[in-house]
């Protein structure tokens, strides 16, 4: 049985090699050469056409979506077919791994929300069209974070005028009980500026505080909506588009990292919204934190889930255009680390990140050596400090497009690859989408 899920993040496969090799050499700091045992070396050099070590993946929880079906998967077990709408995409987990909230009948999941739980019962709908119209006609979801340790979701929503820019935009937050349906008001709807579509709260780590942007200051609300830290900072509301901060809780629950934005217009006319950054722990005061480059910090505000704060809070990845720069936000020494996009996947400890540059590449950074190149396939999640998920495409032998799940090892300064035993067989077409969540299990 799943009973903890550590890995919330879901993922777009597309039919397209894109990422990680087999037998590429990871620089080392300190400039010297590994030295491979006979067996290392047989697996750098292997190609993933022929039969590689298995690395399995026999405590991973998969759920995806295959022509807007939903699927579980747990390690190489049969996948198990949980829905049959045609119509279902962007699952994610509880940390228990029991509850799968996905959306429906909408691509961009603006419209309805439902929940099923793992072993495929009690599926019912959480946000309905005819919820959302009564908050006004025009109204639509927006981002969802389950609040860790609960079946509980946070949620918010959005009524913004049709016209591009301008005007004004209508937002709330909710929490609803995904084992029961019932909805709660967080925060009530108020009118906010013309908001770029974005996180506005954030839930701690450990599942007892929501930071919450909006209207130019930040506050902080216990899970019962009670305001608890206000104002703990203020940030510039750009017009004609406002844009959101991003809101980094550090790992003990202890403060925050913020990305605020700095310019006052922003929109197409305005594109490349430059921001600052500042540090707040619980009860104190904001604390700026310079980065020495002189560069104006820029960001892409469509990360997602893709954190340009490493997990432990003492780096960030950012760029002013085409660079890449690496900041250590202890100290507030940042150096240029290459071209790309600052929109990282961070491995546990903090060490390496994988990102991809303005031609699609994919490169796996450290933050002690260079970068090196990836290719062969779409990268997926770190499984461990050392070991990352990624698939790779084929055609099989009746035409279909078979997804093959591979493990990359970084080991002694070389990259290792293995087999996870795990391929997916669903007539995937390049016009198909799968929707991968990963969790754990014991």
Not at 69 to 90: C, I, K, M, R
Not at 96 to 107: A, H, L, Q, S
């Amino acid at each position: 049985m799943i009973i903890k899920v550590t890995l919330h993040r879901y993922f777009w496969i597309i039919p397209i090699a894109f990422l990680v090799s087999c037998g590429t050499r990871l620089p080392v700091a300190t400039g010297t050469t590994p030295t491979l045992s006979s067996t290392e070396a047989q697996i750098v050099t292997s190609d993933t056409s022929t039969s590689l070590p298995i690395f399995p993946l026999d405590k991973l929880r998969m759920a995806y979506t295959v022509n807007g079906n939903l699927f579980l998967q747990d390690g190489n077990h049969q996948a198990v077919q949980l829905t049959e709408s045609g119509e279902d995409y962007f699952a994610i987990f509880s940390d228990d791994g029991e509850k799968i909230v996905f959306c429906r009948g909408d691509f961009f999941c603006h419209g309805s929300v439902y929940s099923v739980n793992a072993d495929g019962s009690r599926e019912q709908a959480l946000i309905t069209t005819d919820w959302l119209t009564s908050l006004g006609r025009g109204t639509i979801t927006g981002s969802r974070a389950f609040v860790p340790g609960t079946h509980k979701l946070l949620f918010n929503t959005y009524l913004c005028p049709n016209e591009p820019e301008g005007g004004s935009c209508t937002t709330g937050i909710f929490l609803v009980d995904t084992d029961t349906g019932k909805i709660q008001e967080f925060l009530a709807p108020r009118m906010v500026g013309d908001l770029v579509p974005h996180d506005t709260f954030k839930v701690s780590p450990d599942g007892k505080m929501v930071s919450v942007a909006q209207s130019g200051h930040i506050d902080v609300f216990n899970m019962d909506g009670k305001l608890i830290y206000r104002n703990i900072m203020t940030y510039i509301r750009s017009t004609p588009a406002e844009l959101v901060p991003m809101q980094y809780w550090l790992s003990d629950s202890s403060g925050l990292i913020i990305i605020l934005p700095t310019k006052t217009k922003f929109g197409s006319a305005f594109p490349n919204p430059t921001y600052a950054i500042r540090r707040y722990l619980m009860g104190g005061r904001a604390v700026q934190i310079p980065l020495d480059n002189q560069q104006p910090m820029m960001m892409s505000v469509g990360c997602g889930d893709q954190a340009p704060i490493s997990p432990d809070g003492n780096w960030i990845l950012y760029f002013h255009e085409p660079l890449l720069y690496l900041g250590n936000l202890r100290d507030g020494h940042a150096k240029t680390y290459a071209s790309g996009c600052p929109c990282p996947f961070w491995s546990p400890d903090s060490k390496h990140f994988i990102y991809v540059n303005e031609n699609r590449e994919f490169f796996l950074g450290a933050i002690n050596a260079s970068p090196i190149p990836l290719s062969k396939g779409t990268f997926l999640e770190w499984y461990d400090t050392t070991h990352y998920i990624y698939a790779v495409s084929s055609s099989s032998t009746n035409g279909e497009e078979n997804i093959r799940i591979f493990v990359g090892e970084i080991d002694k300064g070389i990259i290792l690859t293995y087999e996870s035993g795990i391929i997916f067989h669903k007539g995937y077409s390049p016009w198909d989408f799968i929707n991968l969540v990963q969790g754990r299990s014991n």
